[in-house]
Structure formats: C-alpha cells, structure tokens
C-alpha cells in the first residue's frame, strides 16, 4: 500500500506509520489494505453514567474528555469508506451503525459485574464464520485514554486474519490496534484528530 502523499507523518518507524489529522482528510491518499481495525465513538455521551458504583476513579477522571468526541457517530458513509479501504474489517461498536449482516460479529465479555458501564462490546466483521467471544478485564494497567482496549483483545482480532499484513485504524485513539499490530510483526497505519493522543500513541510504539 502507499503512504499518504501530502499530510506528513506525525511518527514513523519500520512498522507503524501514525497521522494527526482527521481520517477524512487522509483516507483518500492512502491505497487498500488487508485489515481495518478500529473502535470509532459510539456517540453515547449523554448516557454515559461513568463507571459508578464500584469507585472507578479513572473513569471519572477522563469521563470530560470522552465527552468532547463521543455525543455523535461519524457517519454510516465515513464508516464505510474506511471499510471499503481494507480487504477484511473489525469495527467495535459495530452495534451503533447500520451495517451490512453479518454472521461473524465478535463479542469483547468483561468478567467484572454491576458497573454502570457495559458488560460487554461488540464488533461487526465482515467475516463469514461464526460468531467468537474473548473474555478480556475492561483495560489494562496504565490506561491513557477513555474508551481504551486491552492490547490482547487487539491481537485476537487481527488473529481471525493471519494472512493480514497492513492494518489501519482511522479512529486509532492511543494506539493500541497499531502496538497489537507491530508486537506481531505487522505494518499499521493509524489517524487520530487529538495530538494528545498521538503523543501517547508514538510513546506506545
């Protein structure tokens, strides 16, 4: 695939390439690739109850900044650009845009219990096998941004597509599609809006 021509790189290395820019700006210069893997916002802050319950303060804490991005989804057209660039794709939060059917949804199960936030998360694919679940804790440690997924969640989506060597993520947050990607020897290209994000996204790699 070919990198983006005219916005530069915000970080590079023999594996990961990440963008600060908006993904509608980059999308159109960048050629097909074997995975789109991403977690676009669910646009579900004005029901979001922050963790509460069970004292989680680090929910509370970044529950303002999740709040700044997350009232809206993109659109269903820019969700389908970005899945018309890959071979294969994954969205999370699948459940909130109409989609095409699909039998190969993937389910993120939280073990833990009783929180205001949800119990579980899905994942569109367009993958024709069976539905799969991973049994993953709500983050890990050190967590540095609001909706983050664990970096072995990550790693099993992109093993349902082990011939998969260029992944994208064009809603990439704090990078951990992209560090899933180059702990396996994959290329990734990720585009994130908020700088912030992609400082900690290049200290990640």
């Not at 983006?4 to 990440?18: G, L, R």
């Not at 600060?20 to 159109?28: K, Q, Y």
């Not at 994208?168 to 992209?178: C, E, V």
Request: proline share 5%; with cysteine; hydrophobic share 40%.
């Amino acid at each position: 695939y070919r990198m983006a021509e005219v916005i530069q790189p915000y970080y590079q290395d023999e594996s990961v390439t990440i963008y600060n820019a908006d993904c509608r700006d980059v999308l159109p210069m960048l050629g097909k690739v074997d995975l789109v893997l991403t977690d676009p916002p669910y646009g579900i802050a004005s029901v979001w109850k922050g963790g509460g319950g069970h004292g989680w303060g680090k929910s509370r804490e970044q529950g303002v900044l999740r709040n700044k991005w997350d009232f809206a989804t993109p659109s269903i057209e820019l969700i389908m650009e970005c899945i018309a660039l890959g071979k294969n794709a994954i969205v999370w939060g699948g459940n909130y845009y109409s989609l095409p059917v699909s039998r190969g949804w993937l389910i993120w199960n939280k073990p833990e219990r009783g929180f205001t936030l949800a119990e579980a998360e899905l994942a569109w694919t367009n993958r024709d096998n069976v539905m799969r679940v991973y049994d993953a804790n709500r983050s890990d440690i050190g967590r540095e941004h609001p909706t983050q997924k664990p970096i072995s969640l990550m790693k099993w989506c992109i093993g349902f597509f082990p011939d998969a060597q260029h992944i994208l993520d064009p809603f990439m947050g704090s990078g951990t599609t992209l560090r899933a990607a180059k702990d396996l020897n994959r290329k990734a290209i990720g585009i994130e809006i908020e700088e912030r994000y992609c400082e900690i996204a290049a200290k990640r790699m």
